[in-house]
């Protein structure tokens, strides 16, 4: 089977706070198999928009910005989702920038094969284990997500948790 492009739902040329302590740029992955009802990207969890930018667009784009830009962190939606993706960081990561990952730790198996390519990662820990179906409408995710955050603590990858906090969110 040839290799299908990355599908992209977004682009932020620059930014400053996505990779810690670098100046980055972020691609939004589309596609996500979870529904969080707080999801603060909804037009990316459908795996095909309606408006993909062009990945050979993207690349020049990153190519102009070597020297000024650090890093490219990959974002969604959820990035593990494409099976694309590992090729894409090799391309970025030839270009000569670091590369990141936000994830919510949908894959854990996808995401060991890519640890060989990251330089950063941001894993989205929503509840504990037990809980995750209520916010994400899907029945294992709490055990993928905790799996993935097992994986990455064993690594020496540079990591950083982060979860959201509402109000009547969760029981617990």
Not at 20 to 36: E, M, S, T, Y
Request: with cysteine.
């Amino acid at each position: 089977m040839p290799d299908s492009p990355l599908r992209i739902g977004g682009f932020v040329p620059f930014t400053a706070i996505d990779y810690p302590d670098k100046l980055a740029a972020v691609i939004f992955c589309q596609g996500c198999p979870w529904r969080c009802s707080y999801c603060h990207n909804p037009h990316l969890l459908p795996a095909n928009g309606d408006e993909l930018l062009d990945w050979q667009n993207i690349l020049r784009e990153l190519e102009k910005r070597r020297g000024f830009l650090d890093a490219v962190v990959f974002s969604g939606g959820e990035p593990t989702a494409q099976h694309a993706l590992s090729k894409a960081m090799k391309e970025v990561s030839d270009l000569g920038f670091s590369v990141g990952l936000h994830t919510a730790g949908c894959y854990p198996e996808r995401l060991e094969d890519l640890l060989p390519l990251l330089d950063w990662v941001g894993l989205d820990i929503k509840d504990l284990p037990q809980n995750y179906p209520a916010l994400t409408g899907a029945k294992k995710s709490g055990q993928q997500a905790w799996k993935s955050l097992e994986l990455l603590l064993s690594t020496d990858i540079p990591l950083q948790i982060r979860t959201t906090v509402h109000p009547g969110m969760t029981q617990s």
